[in-house]
């Protein structure tokens, strides 16, 4: 490997067709030999045809630059001398190959045909946790100096670093990472299987090569050593609460941590959280952006844990802010107390890697390109991980289906047949929990936990839910239940119906294998046949369902299962339900006497009990839908865009929790603290407490003020002269008309939040050609298909970008500083009037004779829009604008709820020129 060539190419290019009409319009190149750079050239390159304004924004490349430049064929022979019997690397290697190829083509040269490596490829190999791949990321990372992104020279020239940084990573991995990761890069580029395989070969001659200290060998694995469990200090154990102590201007904080400045608010939030843990009493705590309420519950948190010996949970939403909790202010509790504080993250097992299952995984030897790629990265992965968490990854684009298979789960899971129990990462998050002074989970494993008995938490007596206002939908879609076509159709596709692939491929294999007497491959064929028929009952159910709610006009279609009472779709239940109970007998059947007989396939029996298992909690699932009815639950089916039946799903959720969360926590917990940005309309916690089931006693409430100077950083501003809501297309012409006048008044990243996903799509395609030729970057949920995350990184990184976000853009997410300049709130967010909870809230309220518009709808759309608010000052340092394109705020009677809401702003309502005057003047200061 050190005696080789490696020329690292990059082309930038008028367009992405190299066969039809683009062309090259800069090359550059770095020859690598024994690991160093050894030369580098790049030239310009003239392609004799316009270069289009796009391209030459993203590169900087204008007509001057190539006019006088050479063309291509009078460079070939220099980039043809240097790739002679060298190895052909790119980032993306197919896009910049198929340019030179195509060049070199019209030039009478002949095609370079030899070794290939990309390094975006072997990057997700070898760092299977980074967050993106893109070559500025990359030189981010390792610190590469990349004075010119987007032009040929200096992105050959990073390409050439990166490639020998990670060929060093290459050669410090255990033998057994690489000798097991060679067989999976076969699919791959032909340069780096050949790499793989020399590295074996020289690994494996030096017989006396140590492993890393924290790196053990087993079944063949290189694994990385779990962590010994560290027990609480006595230094730690002897402290007690003190909130001036910790948060005053001379306080343990201030000396830990720069730049810090004291705010009362968070000394007053830390000591009402003590006081309720202390006197066993429950808390409902709103604490405004800019208070600091993570480190104000955790302090107290810890010292009641050590106090009582016993630890603190902590519950939040999104994982987002549990690592967020951890890489952050765990380590400034940590450092303020000079203490090694016991944390522990907890989630569910879906989370966390089966080592059994993946050693069984390896062993059917993967076929696709998405498996081969998995697989290597798992194998880097292991070396690395101490927690086998999913969420560290980032996976090839199959990667997330293929997990399911390798999940953890209670079968493969169990301490009598389980090889690697020992080293099981979900056992080693319980293990860690148990010793913990501080648990982070999430609101969905500590519901699990409560409303199950199931066990997973250490025993327990305080409670903190961060992100207070989620804790009605997650409780309810855990009291509820919820399915759709596609549920039992990616069951019955783990079996396999199709040959050479799934469970029953592999059990196929192993009964010809071992040649079992009674279960043999006509068997297996008959179970085959079997889950056919089921999968017709089950297409014709769902078919039958959306036949019914065709009949319906709204998108959303509300049932009761006593309605199909003796009607084709109960005859269709009591089928599946028989032929699932059939299915379950004939396979436990078969499995308890192949266990017995052939233990060492031990892993694939289980993973079919629990495939069995699966299909039993379905048939249970869908039986709860539709044969079940219980009295305070509401039931519908939601059809989807396509009206398609294998887009129906079907729902069942509780009216309220407020029984159920008082009977398992408020009963049970002795001090649960509940808290968030928005938990009060109008000032009071009454909605809140109804929604949850808050007891009238034991109960203490405090609102902490945000130290924001929001009459200094924010304006709210409401154009008077905008169209009618209800006036569907006439408004969205003005908005797409006002998004696009204000992009110059702005100057800087506006985000749009809607409450329609249609309305967002139709803005989007009216705006987008017009803020093209603004040279701003148009960024939207749902367009592109791309998750949330991918998109607020990417509005991060423009100068000028709009982020046109729903639903979830509400809350969540962090755009502090210029990343959001101006905010714009489409319209207010009221729950949609069909929404099925909504609705039989609703009833239940207009039957006692009470208004349900001012009981639910407004305070539900207060919360919200208090969260939208949220999006725009992140920190004492942030301005900008929020923009209401709802004249409802200031004309209805209702609009001084929302305006109640947020903190003393500022607010116009005037018309669109003189908001556009406002704002020029708000930019200018």
Known sequence: MKGDRYVVIDVETTGNRPTTSDRVIEVGMTVIEGLEIVDSFSSFVNPNRDIPLFIEQLTGISEEDVENAPTFDEIAPRILQALDGACFVAHHVDFDLSFINAELDRAGYAQFEGELLDTVEMARM????????????????????????????SDAYVTAKLLIEMFTKLSALPRE?????????????????????????????QADRSLPNDVEIYRGFAIRKRQQHS??????SAQSFDAALFFGEEGLLSKTTTNYEERAGQSTMSTAVWKAMNNEEHLLCEAATGTGKTLAYLYPALMKSLEANRPTVIATETIALQQQIVDREIIKLNEALNEDINVAILKGRSHYLCLQKFEHFLDRMPSSYDEHLFAAQLLVWLVETIDGDIEELNLPSGGYTLWEELKSDSYTCSHAGCSYYNRCYYHRAKERAKHAQLIITNHSLLFTDRFSSSGILPKYETVIFDE????????????GYESSYQQLVRLISRFGLQDSEGLLFEIERSLKEKSINRYDVEWVRNRKQELYHLQSEWLQLFQTLQNIANKKPSGTIHYRPSQYEGKFVMEVVERISYMIDTLQKEWLNCIAQLEDQHPEESTLWRKVSQLIDDFTDENETVRQLLVHEVEEHVYWMEAGKTNAFDRLTLYRRPISIASSMQSYFFDEVKSVIMTSATLTVKDSFSFIKNTLGLPKENVNELKVESPFSYAKQAQLLVPSDFPDIKQEEEYIDALSEFISMLTSHVNGKMLVLFTSYDMLKKTYNRVKPQLEDLNYALLAQGVKGEQRTRLVKNFRKYERAILFGTSTFWEGIDLPGEDVRALIIVRLPFTPPNDPVYQAKANELTMRNENSFQKLAIPKAVLRFKQGFGRLIRTKDDRGLVYVLDKRLVEARYGNSFIRSLPEIPHTYTSTDEILSITSDFFEE
């Open 177 to 205: 990472t690489v000798h097991r990761m060679k067989p999976y890069t076969e699919q791959m580029c032909n340069g780096l299987h050949r790499i793989i395989h020399e590295i074996d070969v020289y690994n494996f001659e």
């Open 231 to 236: 027990e609480s200090t006595q230094a730690a």
């Open 468 to 479: 207070a206002h989620q804790m009605e939908d997650t409780a309810g879609k855990y009291l």
């Open 126 to 153: 070898l760092y299977p946790t980074f967050e993106s791949y893109r070559l500025q990321t990359l030189s981010d990372i390792f610190e590469f100096s990349h004075e010119q992104p987007h032009r040929a020279g």
